[in-house]
């Protein structure tokens, strides 16, 4: 298992936004550097029209042609975009869009040789981004594609005063009820768990259920979806050892600051949870891929064409989006290192009544 600093592998995203504005500003903290590697995946000819308009002369990048040539200690660009690339600040196109999709190959084809650690995503246009080779709904979708390996991922949005996850995701709110079902809702429960677990070192945690209908339906008068797929799922999952509460309505959840007392909030659909999040958070949101073989991150926020390129982006979701990437991949190899090889225990009937024996101790006698 890996000791040293990780190699935080940074896909550059959509070239006309603040995507490069806000990478550069939060690698301009030479303290980074002591964390990890960055590997910013995406076209040293804009990194450099970046720096020049921004006044980011200061950040010192070492250009390499692929991750074999990554240098500790140094802030690396691979140049995985052609030179002929065109910036466009503030402009959906489709060049950026190529651009983004070749940056996002590169890193995923690098973490799956184990030539980086982890993938930091900066955001992407998914309109521009959309094509025959990307045909997802957004970083989510096309990361279970590539990296998914059979596993189901969970999109959960955090910072340090919350955790929530989606049970549906980018989808029309027409198609919510449609696609909510008991086994849905059982599955990302399961998976937040063992996330908050593994990824968080949270040994159990309490799920906060939402509702999908106003006062979680009112005793069916405002919707069934409650009583017949919620609170079912919710009960069968506490009966699977899970910790889950609920159905609560989200206005009186996230007005009363009700989520403070739980570890994790299990949204019904996109808006539904991100809307009061990302009204919490600020500006320290992390967007993080849960449920997949690889560790991804990304800002919680989107392009921002409105203010690209115009030194007023704010850095801080994405300086957190790589402190949460390395702090999840020690989570987890700590995790993994201290139940790789648990006590084996044997079961003996004496005199009728079960005994536990530890075959260590046993052994020794």
């Known amino acids: 298992m890996k000791t040293g600093k990780l190699r935080v592998a940074i896909t550059h995203g959509d070239i006309n936004g603040i995507g490069y504005e806000v990478i550069l500003k939060a690698l301009s903290d030479t303290r980074m550097l002591e964390l990890c590697t960055p590997v910013i995946y995406g076209a040293a000819k804009v990194a450099a029209y970046y720096k020049r308009i921004l006044e980011l002369n200061q950040i010192h990048i070492n250009t390499i042609a692929t991750a074999e040539n990554i240098l500790p200690d140094k802030i690396n660009l691979i140049n995985c975009v052609g030179d002929d690339i065109k910036v466009e600040v503030g402009k959906p196109t489709e060049a950026a869009g190529i651009a983004a999709y070749q940056a996002l190959e590169a890193a995923v084809t690098d973490i799956r040789k184990g030539l980086v650690d982890v993938i930091v995503t900066a955001p992407i246009n998914k309109h521009t981004i959309h094509s025959e080779q990307f045909n997802f709904p957004g970083h989510t979708e096309y990361l279970q594609d590539r990296l998914g390996d059979g596993d189901t991922p969970l999109m959960i949005l955090m910072n340090d005063k919350m955790r929530v996850a989606l049970v549906t995701m980018h989808i029309p709110v027409s198609e919510i009820s449609r696609q909510l079902t008991q086994e849905a809702i059982q599955t990302k429960l399961a998976i937040f768990r063992k996330s908050i677990r593994e990824d968080f070192a949270i040994e159990e945690p309490r799920i906060a259920v939402l509702s999908l209908n106003p006062h979680a339906g009112d005793d069916g008068l405002l919707g069934s979806e409650e009583t017949e797929i919620i609170i079912p799922a919710i009960e069968e999952s506490r009966k699977n050892g899970i910790m889950a509460f609920g159905p609560y309505p989200s206005d009186g959840f996230f ?72 702090d999840v991949y020690r989570n987890r190899r700590n995790y993994s290192e201290m139940t790789a090889n648990p006590l084996k225990k044997q079961y003996v009937d004496k005199g009728g009544k079960d005994e536990t024996i530890n075959l260590m101790q046993e052994t020794e006698q």
């Open 255 to 326: 007005g009363a600051a009700t989520y403070t007392h739980f570890d994790g909030v299990l949204a019904m659909y996109h808006d539904q949870g991100l809307a009061p999040f990302k009204t919490i958070s600020m500006d320290d949101g992390v967007n993080y891929t849960a449920g997949l073989p690889f560790v991804r991150t990304s800002p919680d926020h989107g392009t921002a064409y409105d203010i690209a390129g115009k030194n007023v982006a704010s850095e801080n979701s994405m300086r957190q989006a790589i402190y949460t990437a390395i």
